[in-house]
């Protein structure tokens, strides 16, 4: 079936957050280096990437300390993002892909102040969407029934581009869409290594790979 909607998870896919956990780092007073190997550590167990910061700060509470962070520096970036967290990659295969006549969507797991911010960027997506603003998650079924419903198309006509199996491939397949594996960060290398990365219907080194690939599949 032919793919007419392509839809984006945001953070390692559009977004590089090399720089976000940097700034948790100075936030936790803990080398940044340090923090980095933590949270790959963390990670590798199967662990929740919040353990890396209860690692570091003992009762470490998210909403708290991001609401702390907030009040003390509320013009500045802190764990949100802007224009330079792009990754470069991002505008020159939308842009390709916007030309093959597809639908672009964005669409993850991203607090209400992730909207905005992507809008302020001016990417030549259609539609910008949140799972704050959704009330449900990734990888909850509802959340790709959402996909499915703002993307106007049949499931089969959907490929979703996510870096994780466990939140983008496997529930995003299991609701009939098709789905890519983007081996970058953390976790996109840490899967793409996964027996089960053979899952996805393709798994791309960077998004520039992507046109050339729908145009493949007629």
Do not use: C
């Not at 919040?50 to 570091?56: E, G, H, K, P, S």
């Not at 609401?67 to 470069?88: I, K, M, Q, V």
């Not at 030309?99 to 969507?105: E, K, R, Y």
């Not at 490929?159 to 496997?170: K, M, S």
Request: net charge negative; no cysteine.
């Amino acid at each position: 079936m032919m793919i007419r909607s392509v839809v984006f998870d945001v953070g390692e896919t559009l977004i590089d957050e090399t720089r976000i956990f940097a700034r948790w780092a100075d936030r936790l007073g803990v080398p940044r280096l340090a923090f980095f190997g933590l949270m790959g550590g963390m990670l590798t167990q199967g662990r929740e990437l919040t353990d890396a910061f209860r690692a570091v700060k003992p009762g470490f509470d998210l909403d708290a300390e991001s609401a702390a962070w907030r009040a003390e520096e509320p013009h500045s970036l802190r764990e949100s993002f802007d224009e330079g967290d792009l990754y470069p990659d991002v505008r020159p295969a939308l842009a390709a892909l916007r030309g093959m006549g597809l639908q672009l969507i964005i669409a993850g797991n991203q607090p209400l102040s992730a909207a905005p911010a992507l809008e302020a960027m001016n990417l030549p997506v259609e539609q910008i969407h949140v799972s704050d603003a959704w009330g449900v998650a990734k990888p909850d079924p509802a959340f790709f029934t959402r996909v499915g419903e703002v993307a106007g198309v049949g499931h089969g006509e959907i490929l979703y581009v996510g870096d994780r199996l466990d939140n983008d491939v496997v529930p995003a397949q299991e609701a009939g869409m098709r789905a890519a594996l983007l081996r970058r960060g953390m976790l996109g290398y840490l899967h793409a290594g996964r027996p089960d990365a053979r899952r996805a219907d393709v798994l791309l080194d960077g998004l520039d790979e992507l046109p050339e690939w729908i145009a493949e599949q007629g």
